[in-house]
């Protein structure tokens, strides 16, 4: 690893702790461009952390909004509680959209392994399930395949090459039929 790649992971670390998890994916692109599917088992760690606490707010932010629209006291806010949800959703939309093509990219394309391969696919299933989560129409449809697509793929192989034990396997078993039950 070079020092600019070590020094941007401690910089990642340091953006996790203080909670600014932006930065976080900003400072383990440059890693991820130089390194790839080659990134240790901590670094792909660090980088799922990275992407998950980045669109979890929004991700909240839409369902607290969602749940408030279904109180009838306020349905004269409608109009602008649905706009700042439409807001919310393209912020999300645009950073599980980066996500997915910074895996597909700059990870997928030089993944041989198994064991990374099926972990980028499943993230990749996982950040397109966020999406349909709020999406409509035919970015629902689409984001559906893409999901269904990457999820199929992930467990194919890591049914063919690993451990019915395997933390990527059981994490994959889990977040696909979250997908079938809450997407599908």
Do not use: H, W
């Amino acid at each position: 690893m070079t020092t600019n790649a070590e020094e941007q992971i401690f910089m990642a670390r340091v953006a996790e702790q203080s909670e600014r998890f932006r930065d976080m994916v900003d400072f383990l692109k440059p890693v991820i461009a130089e390194k790839g599917a080659a990134l240790t088992q901590d670094e792909r760690n660090l980088l799922s952390v990275a992407f998950k606490n980045l669109v979890s707010q929004q991700r909240t932010a839409i369902r607290t909004i969602s749940a408030i629209e279904q109180n009838p006291k306020y349905t004269k806010f409608a109009s602008s509680m649905g706009d700042y949800k439409k807001r919310i959703e393209e912020e999300l939309y645009r950073n599980c959209d980066d996500i997915i093509s910074t895996i597909r990219n700059s990870v997928l394309s030089k993944a041989s392994e198994d064991e990374p391969r099926a972990f980028f696919l499943k993230m990749i299933g996982d950040y397109c399930r966020y999406i349909a989560e709020s999406a409509k129409g035919d970015r629902l449809e689409k984001t559906k395949t893409d999901a269904l697509s990457a999820y199929q793929e992930a467990q194919t192989i890591s049914e063919k090459s690993l451990n019915a034990c395997n933390s990527i396997r059981l994490g994959l078993a889990l977040n696909f039929s979250v997908f079938y039950y809450e997407v599908m």
